[in-house]
């Protein structure tokens, strides 16, 4: 499943432009028959991605060069793509993938444009190529070369599996011609907020009529919808909506390949993977897009302040409001003032069960049971809660307080208030047993 990102470059400064060649481990995927009924067959391949234009800031020199095999194999399935005629935006996040560990998932397998046969000539293929934890994301519809343009050239070795001929050093000649791709194809947002989910599409060939349909569908756990869906032709723009506050623009659509969707107002319900689907004819192609709610959680304690009036145990209720996902962590401590160490409480402490708000968020408390004894005037209590949605955890405190001479006073009174009805109680009983 998990390709592991093989990379090189070429030299090349072309038209002032640094361009470099990538070259991808990918996973040939086939549909195979078999008795149990159909399984896919992954066979090793590779990409390589020519003449990528990059940005200034990379250095040639810590890149190792592509070299193709030195005796052609046709058993190989080398993909060798020239991309000058669609444009694959931040590309060279496909480079800094390399440096930082990035994981890169690619997959190949063949592809029929629509309205086409199956076995129809030029043959096409199409890849995905995703990068773990951040990056450009995209699907590539590859071309290979006609029988005639590959007779032309005189190949005469064929690959194996698929039965296209071959450069002379054993790689399968490929243009891309259309691509659609995400350069932002994860996002983490809050509630209330407005986004833009980023798609894009680009094409070799401008088709000769206006016929082009954007569906934005979202799916979340075995549910799912179409958000908006548009279709261009020369009669006009067509579009329907499922969500408010939501829109794309047309305009932007079909002049600048800008398929981006626009939602504002986020609700946790927004949640979900998000499929941005372009209909070009004679192509048909989508990337995803994963929107995640984060919503860090309000922590506070209920209690405003903590004394001690008299040997009675109190109880602290430290609260979480409204956060999303649901995993939050509450973790206690106590200070003593004496003290440069603290001691950790959270064995003690119980919590509330999960409380969920009519905007989807969570809330939670956690109590915790002190006593007199334990925490003299000047112990500090800490409720530390830690969520996705918070960089370092979250700390709130509450100091224990000398009791105001008010709370002493009221205590005071209440002694002499028990003392005079025993007293009076006594005096009762000592009159009606008379
Ligand atoms: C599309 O247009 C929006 C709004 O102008 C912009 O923020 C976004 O970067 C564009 N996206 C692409 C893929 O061109
Ligand atoms: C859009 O807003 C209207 C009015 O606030 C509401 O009745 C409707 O259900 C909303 N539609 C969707 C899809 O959320
Ligand atoms: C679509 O984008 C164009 C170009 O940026 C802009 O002029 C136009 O106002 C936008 N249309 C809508 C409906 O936002
Ligand atoms: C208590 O001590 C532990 C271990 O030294 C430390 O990790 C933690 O941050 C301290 N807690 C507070 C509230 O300072
Ligand atoms: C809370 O108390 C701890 C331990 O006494 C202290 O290290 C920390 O700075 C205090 N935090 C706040 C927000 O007052």
Redesign the pocket.
């Known amino acids: 499943m998990l390709a592991v990102f093989v990379l090189a470059f070429q030299h090349a400064v072309a038209h002032g432009v640094q361009v470099a060649d990538v070259v991808l481990s990918c996973s040939y995927i086939e549909e195979g028959g078999g008795m149990t009924g159909s399984h896919f067959i992954r066979s090793p391949a590779t990409v390589v991605l020519k003449d990528l234009p990059m940005n200034s800031d990379f250095s040639p020199e810590t890149i190792t060069p592509y070299i193709p095999p030195v005796t052609p194999n046709p058993d190989d399935l080398i993909f060798e793509t020239t991309t000058s005629s669609v444009e694959i935006p931040e590309a060279e996040s496909l480079l800094h993938a390399d440096c930082n560990e990035q994981e890169v998932i690619c997959e190949l397998s063949s592809y029929i444009p629509r309205g086409a046969k199956s076995d129809s000539v030029p043959a096409h293929f199409i890849a995905s190529v995703q990068l773990e934890g951040g990056g450009v994301g995209f699907t590539l519809v590859l071309q290979a070369m006609s029988n005639e343009e590959a007779e032309s050239k005189a190949a005469s070795l064929m690959q194996s599996k698929l039965q296209l001929p071959l450069s002379q050093w054993g790689t399968l000649i490929t243009d891309a011609v259309f691509v659609v791709f995400s350069r932002a194809p994860s996002i983490a947002v809050s509630i209330g907020q407005d986004i833009v989910l980023d798609c894009g599409y680009r094409q070799r060939d401008t088709p000769t009529e206006l016929n082009l349909g954007l569906e934005w569908r979202w799916q979340y756990r075995g549910h799912g919808r179409t958000i908006l869906d548009m279709k261009e032709t020369a009669a006009g723009t067509h579009v329907k909506m499922d969500r408010n506050e939501t829109s794309a623009n047309s305009t932007l659509l079909v002049r600048e390949g800008n398929a981006s969707l626009t939602m504002e107002n986020l609700k946790v319900s927004d949640e979900g993977t998000y499929i941005c689907t372009i209909t070009s004819e004679p192509f048909q192609t989508q990337q995803i897009v994963q929107l995640n709610i984060i919503q860090p959680p309000r922590v506070f304690f209920t209690e405003n302040k903590i004394t001690f009036p008299d040997e009675s145990p109190k109880r602290l209720s430290c609260h979480c409001d409204r956060y999303y996902p649901l995993d939050v962590k509450v973790e206690w401590?106590s200070q003593l003032p004496s003290e440069t160490e603290?001691v950790s409480l959270t064995d003690e402490s119980s919590l509330s069960s999960h409380r969920q708000n009519s905007d989807g968020t969570y809330s939670l408390s956690s109590f915790l049971i002190v006593h007199p004894s334990k925490h003299p005037i000047g112990t500090v209590f800490?409720c530390?809660v830690s969520h996705f949605g918070l960089k370092t955890p979250s700390?709130v405190n509450l100091t224990v307080l000398t009791p105001e001479p008010g709370q002493l006073a009221s205590l005071v009174e209440n002694y002499w208030v028990i003392l005079l009805t025993l007293i009076l109680s006594i005096l009762f009983l000592y009159q009606a047993s008379r």
């Open positions: 401590f603290n800490t530390r700390d």
